[in-house]
């Protein structure tokens, strides 16, 4: 999956990993920690995917955060697609830039943003990231947003796609999807029956 798209230019993940670092190098998150690290995991967890979607995992920030427009990315040779994933995923293009909520649904219209907000999300979501913020936080963690987000962000892609993100970035957050996916499943597998095709030898 991690094959350049036809028709892309030259502009490679690595070199969005390198610009990455530098646009955010001087910016700490809300814990006092060069923002770099998150945008340079959130990259190197779409490492499954396409080249479009890992730069943008990239530069998920970087309307965000940086000066960047739209047109200084595209005459960089960033493809329109990669752009347009970065877009989507920031939070002051949005309508409502406040309703942290509605972005996610937003997002969520988007199978290629998706993909780039569940990396964010799950490093995001890293156990000691999480157990600094409540600390920090006591009454309201930030991270309860992101609790709240996952359901809506998992719905829109495949579960495999979302199982080769985590296992990258933060595999603790695998059990909490399993759990998930046990809780969807309705199947009554204590009066699970199975019907004989006529002549055949094995269950349908």
Partial sequence: MSDTPEGSTGFTPETARILA??????????LKRPYKDHVLAVGDALADFDDDIRIA???????EDTPMTRQALLDMGISDRAVTIIERVTRRLHDDPDDYQAGIRFVAEDHDATLVKIADNAHNSLPERVRALAEKWPDKPPVTRYDEARPVLYAAVDVEEIRLILARV??????????RLDEEDDTDY?????DLDPGADTPR
């Fill in 21 to 30: 670092e530098v646009a955010h190098n001087r910016q700490k998150d809300k």
């Fill in 57 to 63: 995992g990239y530069l998920h920030d970087i309307a």
């Fill in 190 to 194: 204590e009066n699970l029956t199975y």
């Fill in 170 to 179: 933060n595999p603790w957050l695998l059990e909490e999807l399993n759990d």
